[in-house]
């Protein structure tokens, strides 16, 4: 079946400083691909996504780009600010060997604190 | 307007009690999920209905039932409540042949003291 695999947390940075939150994934066919934002005490919010091989993604400073040679769909931000603070999720759905109906399959999740 | 709603936000109940937690999505969406985040922030799906029909059930212990009286809400209720129910629940909606893409709920904090 599909997994998602995330870089391990928690993760502490630096105001201004580079983000990367590497995301692997197994499944067969083509999946589509999601980055997901959890704001404390609040619900997920998608963040970007990508449907196809060599789409990138992008929203709010933050990019990914879907690498089906590596399974990948790391995402990466230039400059963090304090109020990035929060966890991501990686996440697929779909894909010839997924389950039907749009499940989605996430990763463990990556605490993110930005530090002024 | 709210896309994805949920009640209560928050529920603080005995163990061997039963309770429910109610979604409602004013999206058109035709289909919803109900997953569960544990205390580690991993996020599980349980069940989805489309159209009102149940189309996944993981493998989630018979106390937990979901409803769905019509596309727009679905219901979970949980009987004999354990410690270990507690959790985060979040509901969530998509409409099939889209990219996949799930808007969801602010989540319900049960607590199971």
């Known amino acids: 079946g599909n997994s998602v695999t995330q870089m391990e947390g928690p993760v502490t940075l630096s105001e201004e400083a580079f983000l990367t939150i590497n995301c692997t994934y197994t499944?067969?066919?083509?999946?589509?691909l999601f980055w997901y934002v959890q704001y404390p005490g609040e619900g997920l919010q998608l963040l970007l996504k990508?449907?196809?091989?060599?789409d990138k993604g992008s929203n709010k400073g933050f990019e990914a780009t879907y690498r089906k040679e590596t399974t990948s769909f790391h995402l990466e931000k230039g400059s963090v600010q304090v109020s990035d603070s929060a966890v991501y999720f990686c996440?697929?759905?779909?894909?010839?060997?997924?389950?039907?109906?749009?499940?989605?399959?996430f990763g463990q999740g990556t605490i993110l604190t930005v530090h002024p | 307007d709210t896309a994805v709603s949920q009640t209560p936000k928050y529920l603080v109940t005995q163990m061997g009690n039963d309770k429910s937690i109610k979604c409602e999505q004013n999206?058109?969406?035709?289909?919803m999920y109900w997953y569960k985040q544990d205390s580690k922030k991993f996020l599980k799906i349980m069940f989805s209905y489309n159209n009102k029909e149940l189309i996944i059930n993981e493998t989630v212990p018979n106390r937990f039932s979901p409803k769905s009286p019509d596309k727009a809400h679905l219901n979970l209720h949980i009987n004999s409540l354990e410690l270990g129910d507690s959790a985060v629940y979040f509901c969530a909606s998509n409409q099939q042949g889209s990219s996949y893409e799930q808007y969801f709920g602010p989540g319900t904090r049960l607590t199971v003291t």
């Open positions: 499944a067969t066919g083509y999946p589509s």
């Open positions: 996440a697929l759905s779909g894909g010839a060997g997924g389950t039907s109906y749009g499940k989605l399959t």
């Open positions: 990508a449907t196809k091989a060599d």
């Open positions: 999206l058109g969406h035709d289909t």
